[in-house]
């Protein structure tokens, strides 16, 4: 049976394309169901509040950074979205006197205008905001070498091969409402994928490049970073890929309810927790990953539910 078309965009695949059962048995979960996903490989973990939550979040820097050692290097690969996490960052290092000399930072993402990656000016610049969020407020004597700090934004092959010098303990990440980590975003619906998504294995070949962006992905980076101004937002970005992915030691997935809906928030859970990769919602790739944790605050996971307002 063909699968059906996209609510959203019928030209892209996305989760809406997914068999209804999928859907459905997502959409009943409730809190404590959903914290029983959790299975060898595949850990879920609740906070009550905010502060818990992006406490937790920043401490998983300073831990990876001091597993490294002049010879063995290692660092961990974080997001823009969520940002909360980046001052506290710092101020944990400067407060604990770590000396960053051989830690090192991937940046997941970044986006591209006119071919080529925004330049740190750029307003909506991710390195941008990693550096004044959390790299500049480190104490000098504390600070990464620049050389260490890297950002998918010039040779992309050269990024890519640093995963294989440098240990990447983790790889943090959001999750958006297209259902994506970094900007892996489902694929158009055109060529060898018009009547089928890519086999899942096909989608793991792809490495750090420059992505085409899902509709649903500009209209969130909109509404959480433009003030809704989707004319603003570049339709393409630079992504980490599910090959430099695979290479982290442990894949640590952050929700807050900030960038995604209640229903997605359990939509990949379930999906990962049950072993249904699909490429229609690349989070689902996880499933495959040895060692993923998903983190929630708790209040936002929320109901599933028909609501007026």
């Known amino acids: 049976m063909a699968r059906p078309l996209s609510k959203v965009a019928p030209q892209w695949w996305d989760y809406t394309t997914l068999d209804a059962e999928i859907l ?3 959409a009943k979960l ?3 169901p959903l914290l029983k996903l959790s299975r060898p490989g595949f850990q879920v973990h609740y906070y009550e509040t905010l502060e818990e ?3 937790a979040e920043a401490l998983e820097y300073v831990q990876a950074w001091k597993q490294a050692t002049p010879g063995k290097p290692a660092g961990i690969c974080g997001p823009i979205g969520p940002t909360e996490q980046l001052p506290l960052v710092a101020r944990i290092v400067n407060a604990l006197g770590i000396k960053l000399h051989d830690a090192h930072f991937w940046g997941m993402d970044e986006w591209v205008e006119g071919g080529k990656p925004v330049s740190i000016t750029h307003p909506l610049s991710f390195a941008r905001a990693d550096m004044e969020l959390c790299f500049n407020r480190i104490d000098r004597k504390l600070v990464m070498p620049k050389q260490n700090i890297h950002f998918p934004t010039g040779d992309l092959a050269a990024y890519s091969r640093s995963y294989d010098d440098v240990r990447c303990v983790v790889m943090q990440g959001g999750q958006g409402e297209v259902k994506h980590w970094a900007f892996n975003d489902p694929p158009r619906r055109a060529g060898n994928w018009k009547h089928d998504p890519p086999p899942p294995a096909e989608y793991r070949r792809l490495k750090t490049r420059v992505v085409d962006l899902h509709p649903m992905t500009v209209i969130q980076n909109a509404r959480t ?3 809704g101004y ?5 339709t393409q970005a630079c992504s980490v890929g599910p090959v430099e992915t695979w290479k982290a030691e442990r894949v640590s997935i952050w929700q807050a309810g900030m ?3 209640p229903f997605g928030m359990r939509l990949t859970a379930w999906m990962i927790s049950r072993k249904l990769p699909d490429s229609s919602v690349p989070m689902s790739l996880l499933a495959e990953h040895p060692n993923v944790h998903f983190h929630y605050y708790r209040p936002a996971i929320g109901t599933v539910a028909a609501e007026m307002h």
């Open 230 to 234: 989707v004319a603003g937002v570049p």
């Open 225 to 227: 970073s433009g003030g």
């Open 53 to 55: 939550f992006y406490l």
């Open 259 to 261: 960038h995604d809906n």
């Open 24 to 26: 459905e048995d997502a």
């Open 30 to 32: 409730t809190e404590k």
